[in-house]
């Protein structure tokens, strides 16, 4: 598989088979991904990797978590911009649409987006999750690193014949996951990670989120 093929096919997926995935395979992406660009090679993030008995452990914490804390915690960062306005709203809103639409929930159906929203939770059934963490003193050009990062980590499972879904809903539990996890102070959650194999008969799998056309996203001057 080349770049172009993994790029393409890379979704968020959001329903994954009951397959066991071989820690080795895990460990060798997250070695070649940290050839992901850092700036001054700072290499600000750090990875943690929950499978087996203590995935299971943390779908029980959990399941116990969203009921008891429905809204989350206290987030430690804005996932979405205040005040956000059009043409980004309007994707958001439009991926949301297209999402629901796929599973069959209609708009008017809260509980029923609310229950599906939950599955999050429970990492979508993948036999693998990842948290990815930075330092509280680094900044925004540090955090765009830690994009890159886990791109090329999406990109290399591609590779392996492996899919995942980034999951920055994570972020609204950061006081539980730390806890589980037993993460220093001077770490902060940025997101979490499904990894597995995708399930093709998992309605939402067949959603492909649209893009904008290049001409709204890109100018040219002199080329």
Same mark, same amino acid.
């Given at each position: 598989?080349?770049?172009s ?7 968020s ?34 990875? @943690?990797?929950?499978g #087996?008995?203590?995935?299971t452990?943390?779908?029980e914490?959990? %399941? ?7 809204? #989350?915690?206290?987030?430690? @960062? ?5 005040? =956000? ?18 599973? #069959?929930i209609?708009?008017?159906?809260? %509980? ?15 036999p *693998? %999750?990842?948290?990815?963490? *930075? ?13 890159m990062?886990?791109?090329? *980590?999406?990109l =290399?499972l591609?590779e ?19 806890e ?15 990894? #597995? ?27």
């Open positions: 598989m080349d770049v093929e993994a790029l393409a096919t890379r979704r997926v959001r329903g994954f088979l009951d397959e066991p995935i071989d820690g080795a395979l895990i460990r060798r992406v997250l070695e070649k991904a940290a050839r992901a660009p850092s700036g001054g090679n700072l290499q600000p993030w750090h990875l @943690y990797v929950v #087996g008995e203590e995935l452990r943390l779908k914490i959990m %399941a116990k978590r969203v009921f008891e804390a429905p809204k #989350g915690e206290a987030t430690e @960062y804005d996932i979405y911009p205040k005040g =956000l306005a059009a043409p980004y709203t309007d994707r958001r809103f439009q991926v949301g649409e297209d999402l629901y639409g796929a599973l #069959g209609p708009r008017e159906d809260r %509980a029923g987006r609310m229950q599906w929203f939950a599955r999050n939770f429970m990492f979508f059934n993948a *693998v %999750a990842l948290f990815c963490y *930075v330092n509280r003193v680094m900044g925004p050009p540090q955090w765009s690193d830690l994009g990062y886990l791109q090329s *980590v999406m =290399l591609r392996e014949g492996l899919d995942s879904c980034p999951q920055e809903c994570w972020a609204i539990y950061p006081q539980t996951i730390g589980f996890l037993g993460t220093p102070p001077e770490l902060m959650l940025f997101t979490g990670m499904a990894i #597995g194999r995708k399930d093709p008969d998992e309605p939402a799998n067949q959603l492909e989120a649209k893009r904008a056309p290049l001409s709204e996203i890109a100018e040219f001057r002199g080329i």
